[in-house]
């Protein structure tokens, strides 16, 4: 996963934060808003087409951020959610950071919807 200009640290200091409500690494979201990180992997998981747990890990490994359809996406879900694009970027370079828990997250979010 690749960041431009700013660094990872300074792009997610400036962008996230850990939910006190569900405190650990795995459900830190955008400061200011209750979207969590995950959230956002999962809608850039569902907009690449791919909605298995068996995707995540490839989708987690394979994102860049100066991919143009991997931009187009997080540009889309900045405009849906009504949050700057860079937050987006901040929560691909936290995921980046967390491999393993990210996917875990997302295996335990499609398991509920499942239900």
Do not use: F
């Amino acid at each position: 996963m690749a960041i431009q200009a700013q660094s990872t640290h300074e792009l997610i200091s400036r962008w996230l934060e850990s939910d006190p409500e569900h405190p650990g690494a795995s459900n830190w979201r955008i400061k200011g808003h209750r979207l969590p990180v995950w959230r956002i992997l999962r809608q850039i998981a569902l907009e690449k087409g791919m909605d298995s747990p068996e995707e995540y890990w490839d989708m987690l490994l394979s994102l860049e951020l100066t991919d143009p359809s991997v931009k187009s996406i997080a540009n889309e879900i900045a405009g849906y959610y009504d949050i700057p694009a860079k937050a987006i970027q901040a929560a691909v370079a936290y995921a980046a950071n967390h491999l393993d828990l990210m996917a875990a997250r997302l295996k335990v979010a499609h398991d509920a919807d499942a239900d």
